[in-house]
């Protein structure tokens, strides 16, 4: 995928008869004023929405169209994006900035940045490979000119198996 592009959003399940679909969106504005939208292969994708996150998508009309679409993730080219103010960014914008410690201890790059639905965390190169949520705890300073973050990595926990259950 190149990084160019920007995910916003992905296709859920398929709703009634005549092509609906359920949209998880990634992005505040209404999704159609991004329209068009691609997918990994660059297929193109003009949709309407038809409530809070039901989406009419032009060329779909049946059922089985739209299950075919079911889970495709939907791009938009970041030139496209408007400029995020002085103080704020895009989470894609810390990805490849370096990951140093207070102290200056070099923790990798950031890999990438993922979200679950429990908040956005950021999988560092290591080595070892970290996974750091993207708090103000965990990561109190990013600099996105000076191409870097600095990372309070929180405590790691061991988890210790129920008395009586013999460790694996």
Do not use: W
Not at 81 to 103: I, K, N, Q, S, W
């Amino acid at each position: 995928m190149p990084s160019s592009l920007i995910l916003m959003g992905e296709l859920g399940r398929a709703h009634g008869v005549r092509g609906l679909l359920r949209l998880k969106a990634h992005c505040e504005a209404p999704i159609d004023s991004y329209n068009p939208l691609r997918d990994e292969r660059g297929r193109v994708f003009v949709l309407h929405p038809r409530g809070a996150d039901l989406v009419a998508i032009e060329g779909v009309a049946d059922r089985n169209a739209a299950e075919a679409l079911t889970g495709t993730k939907l791009y938009v080219e970041r030139d496209r994006l408007p400029e995020p103010d002085p103080d704020e960014f895009y989470l894609t914008d810390l990805v490849g900035l370096a990951a140093f410690t207070a102290e200056g201890k070099a923790l990798g790059q950031v890999r990438a940045v993922e979200d679950y639905g429990a908040g956005p965390f950021l999988t560092l190169s290591g080595p070892p490979e970290r996974l750091v949520p993207f708090t103000m705890a965990a990561v109190p300073v990013v600099d996105i000119q000076g191409g870097r973050i600095t990372v309070e990595p929180p405590a790691e926990i061991e988890v210790k198996p129920p008395e009586g259950e013999a460790e694996e």
